[in-house]
């Protein structure tokens, strides 16, 4: 039977509080059963979205059942990990809304309400607030189609590159839910980032501001802080790394994928990265992926948060190697990225 169709399945039919706290403990043990029968990370990542999918519009069809008729047609967006079709366990949410440039007045606040009722939904389902407020709870975020449009323009044809490091997640847009076609709008504007060697050189140089945690003779670089101490965010300092990369990649080469493979996929498919780098990196992505997921699995089972900041002594000295070759694969994938789009010209 096909895994993907019965995760959406796991979606409460009980809005209550305690019925949408049961869905986060039901989708952790269907990813616990898929890895132990060893399915691949980026198969998960698409079951888990499915999943997710399905829950969001359930919660915005129930909003509108409660709020009434939506006044004009919007797009409901998943942004980041989630967008990506990426997402791990209990991550944060990044959302955001976008509505019909005819809308009515009394627009504004109706999405505010529906907004507030599914972000707090979210939160009671095991999803927490973006630290960031990057949800369309936020009116920044949630805006009339034209004021989007001019959003990616400004990113693309001003760049900054500290500013890029804010906002490179709404590249990985997906739509969930709504009548709005937020593809049609927005794409068109996205896709001329091709053109842009300014853009593409700030989102390189964003891509690279983090340096690949791997020393001289192959030696791991870990956070050795006191709160801290011999930890490695497989994250921020692993598999972000490739997810900067791929998009840097994606984007180059005029592709309107968002997944990471599928991003390394269509920039073989361009001529912008070769098949065996693509590989190499996809390999890596999903090795640390793997480990982010056996280690987060590990302190659910002790009753513990999920985190991405690993114990280096959790790792076996196997693992240890592995971890080693996928952060030198994506250490010499980024020195041809700085090489190719010369970042050198921001420093």
Not at 240 to 265: E, H, K, W
Request: charged content about 20%; overall charge negative; hydrophobic content about 50%.
């Amino acid at each position: 039977m096909d895994e993907i169709a019965l995760l959406p399945q796991l979606v409460p039919h009980d809005a209550s509080v305690e019925g949408l706290r049961a869905y986060c403990d039901d989708v952790t043990a269907e990813v616990g059963a898929l890895l132990d029968r060893e399915t691949p990370v980026s198969a998960i990542g698409r079951m888990v979205a499915a999943s997710h999918d399905a829950l969001q519009a359930r919660l915005l069809a129930d909003a509108e059942a409660a709020l009434g008729p939506p006044p004009c047609a919007y797009a409901w967006l998943v942004l980041g990990s989630e967008g990506r079709c990426e997402q791990t366990l209990r991550t944060d949410q990044d959302n955001a809304l976008i509505y019909a440039d005819c809308a009515p007045p009394e627009a504004e606040h109706y999405f505010a309400a529906l907004a507030e009722r599914v972000v707090g939904q979210l939160v009671a389902c095991g999803f927490p607030r973006c630290p960031g407020d990057i949800m369309a709870t936020n009116p920044q975020w949630r805006q009339p189609l034209r004021a989007w449009q001019r959003y990616f323009q400004r990113w693309i044809m001003t760049p900054d590159a500290e500013a890029l490091l804010r906002v490179a997640i709404f590249f990985d847009y997906r739509q969930v839910h709504g009548a709005l076609d937020a593809e049609a709008g927005l794409r068109p504007t996205v896709l001329r980032a091709h053109n842009e060697l300014a853009f593409l050189a700030a989102l390189a140089h964003a891509a690279l501001r983090m340096p690949a945690p791997l020393g001289m003779f192959g030696r791991l670089i870990l956070d050795r802080e006191a709160a801290r101490r011999d930890l490695l965010d497989l994250k921020l300092r692993g598999s972000a790394l490739i997810v900067d990369l791929a998009r840097l990649y994606a984007l180059s080469a005029g592709s309107s994928a968002t997944n990471t493979l599928d991003r390394l996929r269509a920039a073989v498919d361009s001529g912008r990265l070769s098949a065996a780098g693509a590989d190499d990196l996809a390999a890596a992505f999903e090795y640390i992926n793997l480990l982010r997921l056996r280690y987060q699995q590990h302190l659910i089972a002790c009753g513990e948060t999920p985190s991405n900041h690993i114990p280096i002594a959790w790792l076996s000295q196997q693992a240890r190697r592995e971890l080693k070759d996928a952060l030198a694969v994506i250490a010499r994938a980024r020195r041809s990225v700085a090489f190719s789009f010369q970042t050198a010209w921001f420093d």
